[in-house]
């Protein structure tokens, strides 16, 4: 008998179950099913499994050795909500499934302090994350990440994170509460916890970019991690925690008007989704509503309030990877592309497959190594193809994971963020004035 299984029996589960009429249109839009070519690598297989561990027609054993190694295979990407005619919710189901198979299995004592020190001691930490970039910068900088990586020596799980760990440069917040522009409109800055230790640079140049277009961005200092790699490891409990934590930082003396900004395309649709994740929490849902309604990803947020474009020229042919989660969950398409093409003597090349996900998947390219760097392969050939200088990112997963796919790939290309580009041609419509 498998364990905890009601959250996979209850009627909304299998009615969103039922919704999925077994088409395939979904196939070839799932990077799993491309790779192997195995239905129970696509959404289709995998909701059929779901379907059988929700009716109880599987033995725990099945669902271990089984059913599990395809749930985790998914990089629940959501490439297959996008190509579904039938609305599948599909996000939800995985990560139900995924919830039940961690209750249902027992980790290894080298994976439980990994989760211990990432999960409980860093991510919920911001300040603790950037004591460890710091040190992390002086791994690099003195020469010790190059023999590390050329001796090759580490285990399989910490050779994977070092390899996403990009060049530090730290241009950290010096407190909480940053504010800049203070005569503007309000935003409340999400930092995040990854993106401010380890790709600073980038909230930096958010912060710019925004005070630029007029607006006064305040960081709450008490927000914590999003909780989104909680989700993807079933820790359900730890994720509902920082969703409670983060609510209370931001919503504590929110105005009328005030919106809630993250740079992070996966940040941002966990910050969308608190009110499904705290559903069953009568004393916060209401609260998770009111947060979820003031989100918006700084590309939504700069395609309505880009009062001040900018003008400095960036000659360089340019390409754009969706984040999986921009574009598949929160469904913005269009606005990073308006961005980039709004930047003069940027030559924009649209990849052939911009959809399908580059392999990071929040911590699937630590978790499912090998399968992530196939897929990061085909998304670095399709970079080759498109002949671009700098590739623009919007999500922090993404933004490590190709600046990595760059490096052992050999391409001369630049990752940069979109706000880093942006804050760029202000950079140099600012030079150009001076000179």
Same mark, same amino acid.
């Given at each position: 008998?498998?364990?905890?299984?009601?959250?996979?029996?209850?009627?909304?589960?299998?009615?969103?179950?039922?919704?999925?009429?077994?088409?395939?249109?979904?196939?070839?839009?799932?990077?799993?099913?491309?790779?192997?070519?195995?239905? @129970?690598?696509?959404?289709?297989?995998?909701?059929?499994?779901?379907?059988?561990?929700?009716?109880?027609?599987?033995?725990?054993?099945?669902?271990?050795?089984?059913?599990?190694?395809? &749930?985790?295979?998914?990089?629940?990407?959501?490439?297959?909500?996008?190509?579904?005619?039938?609305?599948?919710? +599909?996000?939800?189901?995985?990560?139900?499934?995924? &919830?039940?198979?961690?209750?249902?299995?027992?980790?290894?004592?080298?994976?439980?302090?990994?989760?211990?020190?990432?999960?409980?001691?860093?991510?919920?930490?911001?300040?603790?994350?950037?004591?460890?970039?710091?040190?992390?910068?002086?791994?690099?900088?003195?020469?010790?990440?190059?023999?590390?990586?050329?001796?090759?020596?580490?285990?399989?799980?910490?050779?994977?994170?070092?390899?996403?760990?990009?060049?530090?440069?730290?241009?950290?917040?010096?407190?909480?509460?940053?504010?800049?522009?203070?005569?503007?409109?309000?935003?409340?800055?999400?930092?995040?916890? &990854?993106?401010?230790?380890?790709?600073?640079?980038?909230?930096?140049?958010?912060?710019?970019?925004?005070?630029?277009?007029?607006?006064?961005?305040?960081?709450?200092?008490?927000?914590?991690?999003?909780?989104?790699?909680?989700?993807?490891?079933?820790?359900?409990?730890?994720?509902?925690?920082?969703?409670?934590?983060?609510?209370?930082?931001?919503?504590?003396?929110?105005?009328?008007?005030?919106?809630?900004?993250?740079?992070?395309?996966?940040?941002?649709?966990?910050?969308?989704?608190?009110?499904?994740?705290?559903?069953?929490?009568?004393?916060?849902?209401?609260?998770?509503?009111?947060?979820?309604?003031?989100?918006?990803?700084?590309?939504?947020?700069?395609?309505?309030?880009?009062?001040?474009?900018?003008?400095?020229?960036?000659?360089?042919?340019?390409? +754009?990877?969706?984040?999986?989660?921009?574009?598949?969950?929160?469904?913005?398409?269009?606005?990073?592309?308006?961005?980039?093409?709004?930047?003069?003597?940027?030559?924009?090349?649209?990849?052939?497959?911009?959809?399908?996900?580059?392999?990071?998947?929040?911590? +699937?390219?630590?978790?499912?190594?090998?399968?992530?760097?196939?897929?990061?392969?085909?998304? @670095?050939?399709?970079?080759?193809?498109?002949?671009?200088?700098?590739?623009?990112?919007?999500?922090?997963?993404?933004? @490590?994971?190709?600046?990595?796919?760059?490096?052992?790939?050999?391409?001369?290309?630049?990752?940069?963020?979109?706000?880093?580009?942006?804050?760029?041609?202000?950079?140099?419509?600012?030079?150009?004035?001076?000179?």
């Amino acid at each position: 008998m498998i364990q905890n299984l009601t959250l996979l029996q209850s009627p909304e589960y299998k009615h969103k179950l039922n919704q999925c009429i077994h088409c395939g249109l979904c196939l070839q839009a799932c990077p799993t099913y491309l790779q192997f070519g195995t239905e @129970m690598d696509s959404p289709r297989g995998r909701i059929t499994l779901m379907r059988a561990v929700s009716e109880e027609r599987v033995s725990l054993q099945d669902f271990q050795e089984s059913i599990g190694p395809h &749930i985790n295979l998914c990089l629940a990407c959501r490439s297959c909500e996008t190509a579904c005619p039938s609305g599948v919710h +599909y996000g939800e189901l995985v990560e139900a499934a995924r &919830i039940v198979l961690e209750q249902n299995r027992q980790p290894g004592l080298g994976e439980r302090m990994l989760r211990q020190v990432g999960l409980e001691w860093l991510m919920p930490h911001p300040r603790r994350l950037v004591f460890m970039a710091r040190l992390l910068k002086m791994y690099q900088v003195i020469g010790l990440q190059a023999l590390v990586r050329k001796l090759n020596f580490l285990p399989q799980a910490l050779r994977a994170m070092e390899a996403i760990l990009p060049p530090i440069q730290t241009q950290f917040q010096s407190s909480g509460g940053l504010w800049t522009n203070e005569t503007g409109n309000r935003v409340l800055f999400f930092t995040g916890c &990854i993106q401010e230790a380890f790709l600073s640079p980038v909230n930096r140049a958010t912060e710019r970019v925004l005070a630029r277009n007029g607006l006064a961005v305040h960081a709450p200092a008490d927000q914590t991690c999003c909780g989104a790699a909680h989700l993807h490891l079933g820790d359900t409990e730890g994720a509902r925690r920082l969703a409670r934590q983060n609510i209370d930082a931001f919503l504590s003396g929110c105005q009328d008007g005030d919106v809630i900004v993250t740079n992070a395309g996966g940040c941002g649709l966990s910050l969308k989704e608190y009110p499904h994740l705290l559903s069953d929490d009568p004393q916060y849902v209401g609260r998770a509503r009111e947060f979820a309604n003031r989100v918006r990803d700084v590309n939504e947020l700069l395609a309505e309030v880009m009062h001040n474009p900018p003008h400095g020229e960036v000659k360089a042919r340019v390409t +754009y990877a969706d984040s999986c989660h921009l574009r598949h969950g929160q469904k913005v398409i269009r606005q990073p592309r308006d961005l980039v093409q709004a930047v003069p003597g940027v030559e924009f090349i649209e990849l052939r497959s911009p959809e399908m996900c580059c392999g990071s998947a929040g911590v +699937y390219n630590i978790a499912q190594a090998e399968t992530a760097e196939k897929i990061l392969q085909a998304k @670095m050939d399709d970079v080759r193809e498109s002949g671009a200088e700098i590739l623009v990112t919007t999500n922090t997963g993404c933004h @490590m994971q190709l600046i990595a796919g760059v490096r052992k790939s050999g391409l001369p290309v630049q990752v940069m963020h979109i706000v880093e580009l942006l804050d760029l041609s202000y950079a140099n419509e600012k030079a150009g004035q001076d000179g």
